[in-house]
């Protein structure tokens, strides 16, 4: 939870942004054809969250030690600085806006805080964030900047990803994101670099490895049983290149290239092997019962619990019987 500021020569430390959170591979009303995120006009207004327990409510600040997500924090080393840095923020807060002078270091230090109490309703209470299309500056120097930028990093405005990275990770897209400018271009960049690799390899399996290309793409394709040994290897490539530009089944481009990449560095019996029982659980060769494992739909022989299970248990020199079997049942369907 904890972030950095980055300090400029001056000393002063750089504004950070809310922006809109734009993503054009996400249906958003056809607002993505023209790169926007939100209609003209249109903005969005949230205050602070708070958890309401035993009729006490506690905002969702960033600047509470006694929050779940300081007290869980599992090394006593990265807790104890955690502590020392909201400690640190709230003495600079309350001495800033409520004169209010307190040592961090003092036993009693929260009763001695005045403001800025986790369950002060009427200064939280008032504490809100209205965003559209135009980026909002927070300046980490002012104080209700700052405050603000705890909150969103703690996660008390749900319309606001704590950063861009943040954001993409998320399985429902925010409206809006902190941008954290050098991480932004730093994980856009990484993304880049990520898809730009996987790509490559895709050219290189295409170049010279086609038999692996097919594997490579039952595996990590959701709708991999398409792919037949009579499918041209040109729209193997189609689908794989759009695959990694995350407009397949994973809608991450990061993830996706991850898959891919993972994938093809399989070794050669390991991806084929994957492939096939992949398949053999999609032409129900092999079946799930309601114990929860899997088993030869036709002489009910376990197999395991899940898929990689079954890998496992076909690598075994004992079931070559058993792999054999299999691999006929299902390369009848990659040969038709």
């Not at 939100?38 to 600047?63: D, P, S």
């Not at 395991?304 to 691999?327: A, C, H, W």
Request: aromatic residues 10%.
């Amino acid at each position: 939870m904890s972030f950095t500021l980055v300090e400029t020569k001056t000393g002063k430390r750089t504004p950070l942004a809310i922006k809109p959170y734009f993503d054009g591979r996400l249906s958003n009303m056809g607002l993505e054809n023209y790169g926007l995120s939100l209609f003209e006009g249109v903005t969005h207004y949230e205050q602070l969250a708070c958890v309401e327990q035993n009729g006490i409510k506690r905002y969702v600040t960033g600047l509470n030690e006694f929050a779940p997500d300081v007290k869980n924090i599992p090394d006593p080393e990265m807790r104890e600085a955690k502590i020392k840095e909201i400690r640190s923020a709230v003495a600079d807060l309350e001495r800033s806006l409520a004169a209010n002078v307190i040592d961090p270091e003092d036993k009693d230090f929260w009763n001695k805080v005045q403001l800025l109490k986790p369950n002060n309703d009427e200064f939280w209470g008032k504490i809100e964030l209205k965003c559209g299309n135009d980026p909002i500056f927070l300046n980490p120097d002012d104080p209700y900047d700052l405050i603000k930028i705890y909150a969103i990093n703690a996660g008390g405005f749900s319309i606001i990803s704590k950063s861009y990275e943040d954001a993409r990770s998320r399985q429902r897209a925010p409206k809006f994101f902190l941008d954290k400018f050098e991480q932004t271009v730093s994980s856009k960049t990484e993304s880049k670099k990520l898809r730009n690799k996987a790509l490559a390899e895709l050219q290189q399996l295409f170049d010279k490895n086609t038999n692996k290309l097919l594997y490579v793409a039952k595996v990590v394709d959701i709708g991999g049983a398409q792919y037949k040994k009579s499918t041209p290897n040109d729209i193997i490539y189609d689908n794989m290149d759009a695959f990694i530009n995350g407009e397949g089944s994973e809608k991450s481009s990061a993830r996706a290239a991850q898959a891919f990449l993972d994938t093809s560095d399989l070794d050669m019996e390991s991806l084929k092997l994957k492939a096939i029982v992949k398949d053999a659980v999609y032409y129900k060769v092999v079946i799930a019962k309601p114990d929860g494992f899997i088993y030869h739909k036709d002489n009910n022989q376990l197999l395991g619990r899940n898929q990689s299970d079954i890998v496992e248990y076909l690598k075994n020199p004992t079931n070559e019987d058993m792999l054999n079997d299999i691999l006929k049942k299902v390369e009848k369907y990659w040969n038709s």
